[in-house]
C-alpha cells in the first residue's frame, strides 16, 4: 500500500478520473506546479477556495532555529486570505509572525480505494497547499473580522450566537495571515487502477466513501435545562 504511488508513477498513460483544470487566476509557480501526478492538479482559484473552506482544520509547517515544526491548528478563509488563530503564548504564531516562510496544508478524506492488489491501494482526497510568508493581524477591525470568521467556519452562524469577545479576550489572541496567490490543490477520485492481469481475479474491488458526519449533541452537563440547542448546531454540517 505505501508504495502504491511508485507504481502508478510508472504507468501515468493509465486511464484516470481526475483531469487537468486550465488556471482561472495564476499560474502554478515553480514550487506549487505538481511533479507527480500532475494530472490530479488543480490551480484554479474555485478548487482551492472550496477545499480551504469545507477543511476545519490545516497544518502550518515552518523551520524555527534550523528544527522543522509542523502544527495542526484552526484556519479561516476570507477573499484571498488565509486566517491561522491562536494564543499569543503560542511559539508557532509568535515564530511565524515575523515573515518566516510557512506552508500551509489542508486535506480532506473522502475514501479509501480498496484494489485487487495490496500494491494498488489508495486513498481518494482533496488537498490544498499554500506557500508564502505570513504577517501578523494587529489591527482590531482585521483580528475581530478574523475571529469571527474562524468561529463561523467551525460552525456556520456561530458568531452571531454567542457572546462577543471582551477586549482582553482580543489581545490574548494571535492571528496570523496568510496570501493565498501561490496555492495549489491536489484530487484524487475514482475506482483503483489494477493492473491488466489481476481485473479477472475474485477479489472485490472498488471505493469506500467517506464522510464526516456529526453525531448527536451532547449538552454541557452545566447547561440551563430550558436552553434549547442553538440553530447552527442543530443544522451543521460540511458541503
Known amino acids: 500500500m505505501g508504495t502504491a504511488g511508485a507504481r502508478e508513477k510508472d504507468a501515468p498513460s493509465r486511464a484516470e478520473t481526475e483531469a487537468s483544470v486550465q488556471l482561472d487566476d495564476s499560474a502554478p509557480t515553480g514550487r506549487t506546479r505538481l511533479r507527480r501526478h500532475p494530472e490530479r492538479g488543480r490551480h484554479d482559484r474555485a478548487t482551492v477556495d472550496a477545499i480551504l473552506d469545507e477543511a476545519l482544520f490545516c497544518h502550518l509547517g515552518f523551520v524555527e532555529a534550523g528544527q522543522p515544526f509542523v502544527v495542526p491548528t484552526i484556519h479561516a478563509r476570507q477573499g484571498d486570505t488565509v486566517y491561522v488563530h491562536g494564543s499569543t503564548g503560542s511559539r508557532m504564531l ?25 500494491f494498488n491501494h489508495s486513498m481518494n482526497y ?40 471582551t477586549r482582553k479576550e482580543v489581545a490574548a489572541t494571535a492571528i496570523v495571515a496568510l496570501d493565498l496567490s501561490e496555492a495549489s490543490a491536489k484530487v484524487r477520485t475514482g475506482p483503483p487502477h489494477d493492473d491488466a492481469e489481476d481485473l479477472p481475479l475474485p477479489i472485490w474491488a472498488g471505493e469506500l466513501p467517506l464522510a464526516l458526519t456529526p453525531a448527536e449533541p451532547r449538552p454541557d452537563p452545566l447547561l440551563e435545562a430550558d436552553v434549547p440547542i442553538s440553530r447552527s448546531v442543530a443544522r451543521w454540517g460540511r458541503p
Do not use: F, Y
Open 94 to 118: 509568535r515564530s511565524v509572525s515575523t515573515g518566516t516562510p510557512v506552508c500551509l496544508t489542508v486535506t480532506i478524506l473522502d475514501g479509501l480505494v480498496m484494489a485487487r492488489s495490496a
Open 126 to 165: 482533496r488537498s490544498v497547499m499554500v506557500l508564502g510568508e505570513a504577517r501578523a493581524v494587529t489591527g482590531r477591525e482585521e483580528k475581530l473580522e478574523a475571529m469571527r470568521a474562524v468561529v463561523n467556519h467551525v460552525a456556520r452562524g456561530r458568531w452571531d450566537e454567542v457572546r462577543q469577545p
